[in-house]
């Protein structure tokens, strides 16, 4: 059974930094592509930093980009999402995804419309004063 497993969310102050885990059981992330999603309260669920193991095409979303890295351990099986400059709006429950790239698709498609099967429970990141 393909399962992945988020970690490493917690309080932070505004202007911090957070390093989330992904790491993934029963297979490897070798011909993936992961995401990093997020959902705020009352908001829908959006694309934040999405990676394709086998290219290495990436993808962030305007709000992210510049302050949000995403990569990949493979001797770990492990993708991270490294987040600088927290700000308030980056509160969220953040889901890690993964599943296999299809022909003739990109990583930002599959990332803008949340097209993965596989999907953690997700793990809190609260950024606050």
């Known amino acids: 059974q393909l399962q992945v497993v988020e970690s490493g969310g917690d309080l932070v102050q505004p202007g911090g930094s957070l390093r989330l885990s992904c790491a993934a059981s029963?297979?490897?992330?070798?011909?993936?592509?992961i995401g990093w999603f997020r959902q705020a309260p009352g908001k829908e669920r959006e694309g934040a930093a999405c990676?394709?193991?086998?290219?290495?095409?990436?993808y962030y979303t305007g709000s992210v980009k510049g302050r949000f890295t995403i990569s990949v351990d493979n001797a770990k099986n492990t993708v991270y999402l490294q987040m600088n400059s927290l700000k308030p709006e980056d509160t969220a429950v953040y889901y890690c995804?993964?599943?296999?790239?299809?022909?003739?698709?990109?990583?930002?498609?599959?990332?803008?419309?949340?097209?993965?099967?596989?999907w953690g429970q997700g793990t809190q990141v609260t950024v606050s004063s």
């Open positions: 029963g297979f490897t992330f070798d011909d993936y592509a």
């Open positions: 995804a993964a599943d296999h790239v299809p022909p003739y698709t990109v990583v930002q498609a599959m990332c803008v419309r949340g097209n993965f099967g596989s």
């Open positions: 990676i394709s193991n086998s290219d290495g095409e990436e």
